[in-house]
């Protein structure tokens, strides 16, 4: 007999962000972040809010857990992005068949789009100071 979880983790990245979640089953689909609600912590963008969701939305169990997360790095939006691809973890830990719907949706794939590093004799990564010619 399998023994009952206390909670379901999962580790979320999007360039910098790191977002652990834990998904508490048996919950009314409250989510805190930081200590904060997503109200609180991501403003009144909308988007962020809907891209936090997502993962719950798509697989219809949005009021059966709490959700706890804290995510460190990056910045508003690269946040929400790791947020979403932890919850999608912590959901696959859960139920491992939920692995095409997430998939299908793009959620458990990790954007590996990072920040270009600065170049040596550059302003920034490729931008090259303004030519002069006298």
Do not use: C
């Amino acid at each position: 007999m399998a023994e009952q979880k206390r909670y379901y983790q999962g580790t979320g990245r999007r360039k910098t962000a790191v977002a652990r979640v834990r998904l508490f089953p048996g919950g009314t689909g409250e989510m805190v972040i930081n200590g904060r609600s997503p109200q609180e912590f991501f403003g009144n963008r909308e988007f962020l809010h809907h891209t936090v969701w997502s993962p719950l939305a798509v697989t219809n169990l949005q009021e059966k857990f709490n959700i706890l997360v804290k995510v460190r790095g990056g910045g508003e939006s690269g946040q929400a992005q790791a947020v979403r691809h932890g919850i999608a973890r912590a959901l696959l830990d859960m139920d491992e068949t939920l692995r095409p719907i997430l998939r299908r949706a793009g959620f458990l794939t990790r954007d590996p789009r990072m920040k270009e590093r600065k170049k040596p004799g550059l302003k920034r990564a490729r931008k090259a100071p303004t030519y002069t010619k006298r």
